[in-house]
């Protein structure tokens, strides 16, 4: 079993930044690739930003360039740095982790979850 737990939520406003973190206890932290996931109000779970662990390759929807993901093995963490921040931005953000072996941007894809940390952004 894999242990996640997200921080780093908030109320912003638009145009503001926030850093989320997620620590990874359990399983051995640096056999999965991991994803940072959101779910606004009365729609799908969606990924915003997944990272490999076999080459560090990282993949980002429309947030490209506003959002960063990285990890850090040796911490066992992973972050997202979310600059210039929208109202559409607001949602509910979910750590993910997924098997090494299957590097995607589909939740189905991922077998660990974090409880969420919710994003507020006013305009």
């Known amino acids: 079993q894999l242990q996640l737990e997200e921080s780093g939520g908030g109320s912003v406003q638009a145009g503001g930044s926030l850093r989320l973190s997620c620590a990874a206890s359990?399983?051995?932290?640096?056999?999965?690739?991991m994803g940072w996931f959101r779910q606004a109000p009365g729609k799908e779970r969606h990924y915003v930003a997944v990272i490999s662990i076999s080459d560090g390759t990282a993949e980002y929807t429309a947030v490209k360039g506003r959002f960063t993901i990285s990890r850090d093995n040796s911490k066992n963490m992973v972050y997202l740095q979310m600059n210039n921040l929208k109202p559409e931005d607001t949602a509910v953000y979910y750590c993910?982790?997924?098997?090494?072996?299957?590097?995607?941007?589909?939740?189905?894809?991922?077998?660990?979850w974090g409880q969420g940390t919710l994003v507020t952004v006013s305009s």
């Open positions: 993910a982790a997924g098997r090494s072996d299957s590097f995607t941007i589909l939740p189905s894809g991922y077998d660990y």
């Open positions: 359990g399983h051995s932290f640096s056999m999965y690739n």
